[in-house]
């Protein structure tokens, strides 16, 4: 039996598709929500439409790419940084999305669950917005972790996730090996133990 799962959220545990329709990620779910204003929409699809094909260009080096995908998020983040977003609104602009988890979903979580395997979700997309996504489809259990990017919300501070790493998905990205990953799973399993994380 696995000690561990570890999985990505977007496009992995959620569906690309469904119904025939394109299925939102958990940022496109923040960015065509009511509560964005339609000039900070307009600014993000342009956003989108310099940068996607850069993403996607098969004639470019991952090494190319890099620092046109870490303007790309540093420019989104920004634009949804000056929409000061509540976290009340997260679970309604959930819940008008179209966003749906994969065929299976509740026998997976469920199975984890009740045999104590930790579910370790790495994602690159918004936490709040991802963690409200299975919280609604109830399957939110206490094994459930989430390393995400978490936004900051201008409320009474909240208690902050000892798991949360800033720019967690621009650390990602610049290392090519599992060794980033590794560590983070080993610092969330042994909380306590400072020790060397690599190589375990």
């Known amino acids: 039996m696995a000690e561990e799962v570890i999985s990505d959220f977007d496009m992995t545990l959620s569906r690309f598709s469904y119904n025939g329709k394109r299925c939102p990620s958990s940022y496109n779910i ?3 929500s009511k509560i964005i204003s339609e000039e900070c929409q307009k600014e993000l699809t342009a956003l989108f439409h310099h940068y996607y094909p850069i993403e996607i260009d098969p004639h470019r080096t991952v090494k190319d790419k890099f620092p ?3 303007e790309w998020w540093t420019k989104a983040h920004n634009l949804l940084c000056q929409q000061r ?3 009340c609104q997260i679970a309604q602009v959930v819940r008008e999305s179209t966003a749906v988890l994969r065929e299976g979903y509740q026998t ?3 199975t984890l669950h009740h045999a104590g395997i930790p579910l370790f979700i790495f994602s690159a997309g918004i936490g709040d917005v991802l963690e409200e996504i299975i919280r609604q489809m109830n399957v939110l259990h206490p094994n ?3 390393v995400s990017n978490y936004m900051d919300f201008d409320e009474d501070v909240e208690e902050r996730r000892e798991r949360y ?3 967690y998905d621009i650390v990602l990205e610049r290392d090519e090996t599992l060794d980033v990953v590794n560590g983070l799973l080993q610092h969330i399993l042994h909380p306590g133990d400072h020790g060397e994380l690599q190589g375990r």
Do not use: E, G, T
Request: aromatic letters at 12%; proline letters at 0%; charged letters at 20%.
């Open 30 to 32: 923040l960015d065509n």
């Open 68 to 70: 046109h995908m870490v």
């Open 85 to 87: 977003i509540r976290k």
């Open 108 to 110: 997976f979580f469920h």
């Open 144 to 146: 459930v972790h989430i």
């Open 165 to 167: 790493m800033d720019a």
